[in-house]
C-alpha cells in the first residue's frame, strides 16, 4: 500500500486491466470528500477507448501517457446538473456566474484529490495533468460538455509499470505562515529554494538549456507570459461559451 510520502506521479502503465467494479468502488468512496453545501458539483468522464484517448490526446500536448493508459478520467466542474434539478422543482438556478464556477471547480479538484489518494492506496498509478486548463475548448468539444459544464482536471490511471525516484518539495516553513502571511526576503528565497537548486538533475536542466538560474526555466521555457496570456484568453473564451461568465 502506497502512502502519501512515497507518491510519485507514474506515466507508464502495464496491459493490467482496471476493473469495472475497481474503478466504481473508487469513485464512489471519492464522492464522501468535502463538497459546498452537499452539491457536489462535479461530474467525472471515463475514456476507455482507443478513439477517445486519441481525440483526447492533442488537447494534452500528445503526452503519451493519454493514448497508453487502462482509463483516462476528466473531471469536470458541474453546474449543469443542479441546475437541471432546480428548474425541474420549480426552482429558479442563478449559477450562470463566475462564483459558482469557482465553487464548482473547488468541488471538483477536492473530488479529485480524494480520488487520487485512493487510488494509489490500491497501488494504481496515476498522472494528474495540469494540460487540462491550457486548452479546454477542445475538450469541451470531444467530451460533448453541455453548459454549465468546464473541464478542471485530467488524471491517466493505470497499474504501474515504472517507479520513478520521488520529486522534491519545498520545506514547510517556505509555505506555512503563523497568524498573518510573511513576505518573503531575498535571504528567505535563498533558504527555501537552495535544495531544489542544488539537485543535479535541475542544475543540468538550467546547463543544458543555457540558462543562468532554474528560475529562468520557468519563466523562458516552461511557463512563459506569452502562452499563460493566450492560454488565458482561451480559458476565458471557454467559461464564455460554457456560461460562467458573460
Request: aromatic share 8%.
Amino acid at each position: 500500500m502506497k502512502t502519501i510520502n512515497t507518491r510519485r506521479s507514474i506515466r507508464k502503465y502495464s496491459d493490467k486491466e482496471v476493473s469495472e467494479e475497481l474503478l466504481s468502488r473508487l469513485l464512489t468512496e471519492a464522492a464522501r470528500t468535502q463538497t459546498m453545501g452537499n452539491m457536489q458539483l462535479y461530474s467525472v468522464v471515463i475514456t476507455r477507448s482507443d478513439e477517445m484517448k486519441a481525440k483526447l490526446a492533442p488537447a494534452h500536448f500528445n503526452q503519451p501517457m493519454v493514448t497508453q493508459a487502462p482509463v483516462v478520467l476528466t473531471i469536470c466542474a458541474d453546474f449543469n446538473r443542479a441546475s437541471t434539478w432546480c428548474r425541474c422543482r420549480k426552482a429558479e438556478p442563478g449559477y450562470d456566474n463566475f462564483l459558482s464556477f469557482i465553487n464548482a471547480a473547488s468541488d471538483a479538484l477536492l473530488y479529485t484529490q480524494t480520488f487520487c489518494n485512493l487510488a494509489e492506496e490500491e497501488g494504481l498509478g496515476l498522472c494528474y495533468l495540469g494540460t487540462t486548463v491550457y486548452m479546454p475548448q477542445m475538450i469541451i468539444d470531444v467530451l460533448g460538455l453541455p453548459k454549465l459544464v468546464m473541464p478542471v482536471a485530467t488524471i491517466t490511471l493505470g497499474w504501474p509499470d515504472e517507479n520513478p525516484p520521488l520529486t522534491d518539495r519545498l520545506p514547510l516553513a517556505s509555505f506555512v505562515h503563523s497568524e498573518t502571511y510573511h513576505d518573503y526576503t531575498p535571504a528567505d528565497i535563498d533558504r527555501y529554494y537552495a535544495e531544489k537548486e542544488a539537485l543535479e538533475e535541475n542544475r543540468e536542466f538550467v546547463k543544458i538549456n543555457n540558462k543562468e538560474t532554474l528560475a529562468q526555466i520557468f519563466t523562458d521555457i516552461r511557463y512563459t507570459k506569452k502562452d499563460n496570456e493566450a492560454m488565458s484568453a482561451g480559458m476565458m473564451e471557454a467559461l464564455k461559451r460554457q456560461g460562467f461568465i458573460g
